[in-house]
């Protein structure tokens, strides 16, 4: 096993980029060249002036919260689910075959419209477990998923930008999207000389990955160098990364990176995670961006397909066939 602790605290390695020229039109391509940049070096960016309201954070922290800290029993009435929503206990998710489980615990939900209806057109989505012992857990949790997926939406406008494409490119199939979210909660840790992770080296599934992290830290980042570094909270950003979907649209060229966290501050921590997908019928074909004559690295797939196929091998709870 590598060594737990990163090599530096550095975080120059990732940079800050304000997406407020994106956000409001006013310079949307030079905002996308930073990210292009990005995308294809460290694939990690801290995002500032992203938009999402501080008490709407703060109302997400306060639920997740509350909700870490009911007894088991009545967390796991709303265990996870089939349709992969719901409360997923310690020991639920693996990263790596020959890994400990991770320390995490998480609740997962997902897109649903103004009447709370999801669609059952994915065996990766379904009805949202919303706890009844928590009423006002639903409209909290779905306002931060709405605030947090319209900054998603920014970010791939902008990677398409930052590609020479036009900005819709990725968003073509997307009004039903098979984005998730999760609380995920981090107890303290001694240390990880055990090989012990609050979530073990991985890279995310999906196409983009939006996080909300506390002030406690213990994120880290792989470099292209293989040294890991600390990506340490900076009070107001997001931190976003490049997914292996997204790795794998631009053929290669964006870079999905290894990461992991380890919570040795003593302190409990908690995160905000949005898994951004687009519907999961969409093709990811780098042919779309660098047009017929492309060379593939990897055949098409749709993203559904893709996402069923990782799950599977990611998670206990579900059939090696990913049902
Ligand atoms: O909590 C974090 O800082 C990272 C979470 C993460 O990597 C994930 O949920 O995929
Ligand atoms: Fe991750």
């Not at 090599?7 to 391509?29: F, M, T, Y």
């Not at 489980?101 to 999801?118: M, N, P, Q, R």
Request: charged residues 25%.
């Amino acid at each position: 096993m590598s060594d737990p602790a990163p090599k530096h605290i550095e975080r120059e390695l990732i940079p800050v980029i304000d997406i407020g020229p994106l956000r409001d039109g006013s310079d949307p391509v030079s905002v996308a060249r930073e990210l292009h940049r990005a995308s294809r070096e460290v694939g990690f960016i801290y995002v500032t002036n992203h938009g999402i309201p501080e008490e709407t954070i703060e109302a997400a922290r306060s639920t997740a919260m509350e909700f870490f800290r009911q007894p088991p029993e009545e967390k796991n009435r709303v265990a996870v689910s089939g349709a992969h929503r719901g409360f997923l206990s310690v020991g639920g998710a693996k990263m790596q075959d020959d890994a400990k489980a991770d320390l995490k615990e998480s609740f997962i939900w997902g897109y649903e419209d103004s009447h709370g209806v999801t669609p059952d057109d994915h065996r990766l989505r379904g009805d949202n477990r919303w706890p009844g012992f928590m009423p006002q857990m639903q409209a909290v949790s779905m306002d931060y998923f709405n605030r947090v997926h319209e900054v998603a939406h920014h970010l791939m406008r902008g990677f398409a930008l930052g590609l020479d494409l036009p900005e819709d490119t990725f968003l073509k199939t997307n009004d039903t999207p098979l984005s998730r979210a999760s609380y995920v909660y981090y107890p303290p840790q001694e240390s990880a000389s055990s090989g012990q992770f609050g979530v073990g080296p991985h890279t995310d599934f999906g196409v983009l990955t939006v996080l909300c992290q506390d002030s406690v830290g213990g994120l880290q980042v792989e470099t292209l160098d293989g040294e890991w570094i600390a990506a340490p909270p900076i009070p107001g950003t997001l931190v976003v990364n490049v997914g292996d979907l997204l790795a794998r649209w631009t053929n290669g060229e964006y870079r999905s990176t290894p990461h992991r966290v380890i919570n040795t501050s003593g302190k409990e921590r908690l995160s905000l995670v949005l898994a951004y997908d687009p519907e999961p019928r969409t093709m990811i074909d780098p042919r779309d961006i660098f047009g017929p004559d492309c060379e593939m690295k990897e055949e098409p797939i749709s993203c559904g397909d893709y996402l069923l196929w990782r799950f599977a091998k990611a998670f206990s709870y579900r059939d090696k066939d990913g049902k």
